[in-house]
């Protein structure tokens, strides 16, 4: 099966924030939550970058390392999910994750927040795929449809790409040669372990 990634270009963000709402409506998402977000980096200098931020399912996933009860696990597409019937919202999650994905549904003191919710990659959760009950705790099962995550279909730019790995890295790579130059695909070293060799 195909490794699924995230790539980010930070060359092509706009900050429109479509990723954002396309999430948040395509799962019903809870007022709070924001499973991807766009953040500028630099913002009013030279060198500013905006950058669509979200689970980017790691190879070597840290929230799956520190989760004491081994509620993450990893499809066959690579897709790091959680179940919310094991989570216990302690948090570790949250603090081991270096795009800060995991997030409480609440503000509240520990152990009123809730169980941690997160970017799913459109593949839903531990529940039998395109169920009522797998979309009420995950949301839309988009890749049991066949469909790609909708942050990436609404990206206008394109600046935001989900699919294949090798095929996702060499889109990137066409874009930094035909572009002469590129800040770099955002993430993707730290996510995978990997660069994307021009």
Same mark, same amino acid.
């Given at each position: 099966?195909?490794?699924?990634?995230?790539?980010?270009?930070?060359?092509?963000?706009?900050?429109?924030?479509?990723? #954002?709402?396309?999430?948040?409506?395509?799962?019903?998402?809870?007022?709070?939550?924001? =499973?991807? =977000? #766009?953040?500028?980096?630099?913002?009013?200098?030279?060198?500013? =970058?905006?950058?669509?931020?979200?689970?980017?399912?790691?190879?070597?996933?840290?929230?799956?390392?520190?989760?004491?009860?081994?509620?993450?696990?990893?499809?066959?597409?690579?897709?790091?999910?959680?179940?919310?019937?094991?989570?216990?919202?302690?948090?570790?999650?949250?603090?081991?994750?270096?795009?800060?994905?995991?997030?409480?549904?609440?503000?509240?003191?520990?152990?009123?927040?809730?169980?941690?919710?997160?970017?799913?990659?459109?593949?839903?959760?531990?529940?039998?795929?395109?169920?009522?009950?797998?979309?009420?705790?995950?949301?839309?099962?988009?890749?049991?449809?066949?469909?790609?995550?909708?942050?990436?279909?609404?990206?206008?730019?394109?600046?935001?790409?989900?699919?294949?790995?090798?095929?996702?890295?060499?889109?990137?790579?066409?874009? #930094?040669?035909?572009?002469?130059?590129?800040?770099?695909?955002?993430?993707?070293?730290?996510?995978?372990?990997?660069?994307?060799?021009?």
């Amino acid at each position: 099966m195909a490794r699924m990634k995230f790539l980010c270009d930070a060359d092509r963000c706009i900050e429109c924030n479509a990723c #954002v709402t396309a999430c948040k409506n395509e799962h019903e998402v809870p007022w709070g939550i924001n =499973r991807r =977000r #766009v953040v500028t980096i630099n913002d009013g200098t030279p060198g500013e =970058r905006s950058i669509s931020m979200a689970c980017m399912h790691c190879t070597d996933a840290p929230c799956a390392a520190v989760c004491p009860v081994d509620c993450f696990y990893t499809t066959a597409d690579a897709v790091v999910l959680h179940s919310k019937d094991l989570c216990i919202g302690c948090g570790y999650c949250f603090y081991a994750c270096p795009f800060g994905a995991p997030q409480y549904p609440r503000v509240g003191n520990f152990g009123s927040r809730g169980k941690m919710d997160k970017c799913t990659y459109c593949a839903g959760g531990p529940e039998a795929d395109v169920t009522m009950a797998e979309y009420e705790k995950y949301g839309a099962n988009r890749l049991a449809e066949g469909k790609l995550p909708i942050c990436a279909e609404m990206c206008s730019t394109k600046a935001l790409l989900a699919g294949d790995g090798e095929i996702i890295a060499e889109i990137y790579r066409e874009r #930094v040669v035909t572009r002469g130059y590129g800040s770099g695909a955002w993430g993707w070293q730290t996510a995978y372990k990997e660069t994307v060799a021009i």
